[in-house]
């Protein structure tokens, strides 16, 4: 059987080939293309051989810690902290000792990130103790992923240790969750004025978001210059507001890796995906996040003990699809 697409989808993938980054309507033509159509494996190869090329084979293990479960004011529909939820009802906060356990086991399991993830209202202050603890224990570089914080906030983030921090415009913020994007997007640009890199994703993914909403978020983390920027789908734990909805296949959330791998162009470092799986490892993705800790998509406290893949298992599934763990990872050189 012949090998053709439609010259309108080959010019696009040309395009992303060429590393020029794409429109938000050449993100939908992309999104709207029929899963196991010979269009989506174009695109998926398109987005494969980019990713490869430009970050050299490297697979990169960012190592999730939640440093607190409580059930948290901010209600984000699609959370499994959210207080309404009712899965948390009291407080966890992981200890110093916990928290650093986990990092020195990361370390040594050559994690090449460590993200410390909190809930809305965690203290800073907090934050800031045990990123300074960390900086001196271990070498792995920190992320923070917390609140919209200010310029004041960004450099004590800096002066903590850390190197950059996660932040993402959610889907549906302001109709799931009470913050504003406005309010999102300055946080973005605290972080670029201050000097630390911004980590994004596409998220969280369900089968009731537009396509024009997704290839927003797409474009949009590549105008604000993301060192990565992929696609993480939304999980439904028991009791989701969401169970009606169901959420999107590992499959279907590989075809939109591959559309923000292009979107993205010349501008990321990596490519992340989340929950771990190997169908985006062949559609431009190279970046887990194994984790412990509180998790937005867990019941568990600690999901290392639930949904959280371990580095481990994160480290073989990039051996089985040809990514190298063990190469080191250039993302934080400056
Ligand atoms: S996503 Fe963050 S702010 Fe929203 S409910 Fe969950 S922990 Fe709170």
């Known amino acids: 059987m012949a090998w053709r697409i439609s010259p309108k989808i080959e010019d696009i ?17 992309l999104l709207s293309l029929e899963l196991h159509s010979k269009e989506v494996y174009a695109l998926m190869e398109t987005a494969n051989a980019v990713s490869r090329e430009q970050f050299n084979g490297k697979g990169e293990n960012h190592f999730h810690i939640g440093l607190n479960a409580e059930p948290c004011p901010f209600n984000c529909r699609f959370c499994s902290l959210a207080k309404e939820i009712g899965i948390f009802t009291s407080n966890v906060e992981f200890t110093r000792e916990e928290v650093v356990t986990w990092a020195r086991m990361a370390e040594s399991q050559h ?17 800031l103790e045990i990123g300074s ?21 960004g450099e004590a983030l800096l002066k903590a240790g850390f190197v950059g921090a996660y932040h993402a415009v959610r889907l549906g913020e302001g109709r799931d969750t009470p913050f504003k ?51 993480m789908r939304r999980i439904n734990f028991p009791g989701s507001p969401f169970e009606k909805e169901g959420m999107i296949s590992e499959l279907e959330m590989a075809r939109m890796v591959a559309v923000s791998r292009l979107v993205m162009g010349d501008v990321p470092r990596a490519h992340c995906t989340h929950e771990p799986h190997s169908a985006s490892l062949l559609a431009g993705a190279n970046l887990f996040f194994p984790e412990v800790g509180a998790s937005p998509r867990d019941g568990r406290a600690d999901t290392g003990e639930g ?21 080191p990872s250039k993302l934080f050189c400056r």
């Open 133 to 153: 603890v960390l900086n001196k224990d271990v070498s792995t570089p920190l992320v923070a992923n917390t609140r919209d914080i200010s310029h004041r906030e």
């Open 111 to 127: 994690a090449d990130a460590l993200n410390l993830m909190t809930t809305g209202t965690y203290g800073f202050n907090r934050l």
């Open 181 to 231: 994007i406005e309010k999102r997007i300055r946080t973005i640009t605290v972080l670029k004025d201050v000097g630390l890199l911004w980590m994004n994703c596409v998220e969280p993914v369900g089968p009731e978001h537009d396509f024009r909403e997704i290839a927003y978020l797409m474009v949009l983390a590549r105008q604000y210059g993301a060192t990565y920027s992929g696609v």
């Open 13 to 29: 993938l040309k395009k992303g080939e060429g590393l020029e980054g794409l429109s938000d309507e050449e993100a939908v033509a």
């Open 307 to 327: 949904r959280g893949k371990s580095l481990a298992a994160c480290r073989q599934m990039f051996i089985e699809m040809g990514w190298d763990p063990d190469l």
